[in-house]
């Protein structure tokens, strides 16, 4: 049974920092790609981030480049997001996912397992 657990969301102030985890397990962790979605109330569900499966590649939504890093430790079964300069606007419910398919992606179909979620509230 396929599990993603994210963590570490909350309430920050604009400008401040928030660093997510997302811990996998119940898969061969080291050969999907993951990536990081996110959900605005009222809005669609978007893409934020991906990486590879070994970390050599990496792709970002463009109102997230330079803010937000995505990395993984393929030890731990574990990926991150790492968001500085947090914007009101960021505020979301985000979402690690799998993609057994190669390349960072950011289409949401080819991603097979999604995580219950983690809800970050930035204030402005």
């Known amino acids: 049974q396929v599990q993603l657990v994210e963590s570490g969301g909350g309430l920050v102030q604009a400008g401040g920092s928030l660093r997510l985890s997302c811990a996998a397990s119940g898969l061969r962790f080291n050969t999907y790609v993951m990536g990081w979605f996110r959900q605005a109330p009222g809005k669609e569900r978007e893409f934020v981030a991906a990486?590879?499966?070994?970390?050599?590649?990496?792709n970002y939504a463009d109102s997230v480049q330079g803010r937000f890093t995505i990395s993984r430790d393929n030890a731990k079964n574990t990926v991150y997001l790492q968001m500085n300069s947090l914007k009101p606007e960021d505020t979301a419910v985000y979402y690690c996912?799998?993609?057994?398919?190669?390349?960072?992606?950011?289409?949401?179909?080819?991603?097979?397992?999604w995580g219950q979620g983690t809800q970050v509230t930035v204030s402005s």
């Open positions: 990486i590879t499966w070994s970390s050599i590649s990496a």
């Open positions: 996912a799998a993609n057994p398919h190669p390349g960072p992606s950011m289409l949401q179909q080819l991603y097979t397992f």
